[in-house]
């Protein structure tokens, strides 16, 4: 089944520190992946989205992450993390056409100063 | 726009009771998703519908659950009898069609006691 798959339930990083969340998927065709926040209490926020071209893309808040079809794999990173990054965060996918949207089991990032 | 709208946006009822949950997609998107969300399962999706048809519903967990879409602007979710298992938070989400992310409403939380 297409599926996307989270392997990290839960990452802390310090205020400043670089960020990588890992997000693998699967299927054979190159898929339309997505990243989405949720801070708490809220609902989900796009972060930014893959469809095809250049394989790395450019979010919101300082994100970005990159496609990579030998890994199979879509991870978002950001350079320097900020407080009001913790949240949980979502991989999305993959979606074609007018199929549904499913997502990973989600990563939450804690913030330490 | 105001982007999707849910309501409520917190619901308390006893077992037993009907719940109905609604929500009002964001203007000229046909597709649309309502997810369940809890610690334990994550954000599952339930069913979805493109252009008012249900597409999707094999995410419904049992008879109890049932949604309908009767026209573009405004879908529901009921559950009748409810359950204390059934307390999640309930989103919605539409999109406009093939290959697009989905905008998400802020969820319905839902408590039975």
């Known amino acids: 089944a297409q599926s996307v798959t989270q392997p990290d339930i839960h990452i802390t990083v310090s205020e400043g520190a670089s960020l990588e969340l890992r997000c693998n998927y699967s299927?054979?065709?190159?898929?339309?992946l997505f990243w989405y926040v949720q801070s708490p209490g809220q609902g989900l926020q796009l972060l930014l989205k893959y469809f095809s071209g250049d394989t790395l893309v450019q979010g919101i808040k300082g994100f970005e992450a990159e496609f990579k079809r030998s890994q199979s794999s879509f991870n978002l990173r950001k350079p320097s993390v900020h407080w009001s990054d913790a949240a949980e965060y979502f991989c999305?996918?993959?979606?074609?056409?007018?199929?549904?949207?499913?997502f990973g089991t989600g990563t939450r990032l804690t913030i330490i100063p | 726009d105001a982007g999707v709208i849910q309501s409520p946006r917190h619901e308390v009822t006893e077992m037993g009771q009907e719940v109905t949950l609604r929500c009002k997609p964001i203007?000229?998107?046909?597709?649309l998703f309502w997810y369940r969300q809890t610690m334990m399962r994550g954000l599952e999706l339930l069913i979805y519908f493109n252009n008012n048809v249900p597409i999707d519903d094999s995410g419904m967990p049992e008879d109890r659950f049932s949604a309908k879409m009767p026209n573009a602007s405004f879908s529901t979710l009921k559950i009748q009898p409810s359950e204390p298992r059934d307390s999640a938070v309930y989103f919605c989400?539409?999109?406009?069609?093939?290959?697009?992310?989905?905008?998400f409403g802020q969820g319905t939380r839902l408590t039975v006691v």
């Open positions: 203007s000229g998107h046909n597709s």
């Open positions: 999305a996918g993959p979606r074609f056409g007018n199929e549904k949207l499913t």
């Open positions: 299927y054979g065709a190159t898929p339309y």
């Open positions: 989400a539409s999109a406009t069609g093939e290959n697009t992310e989905a905008f």
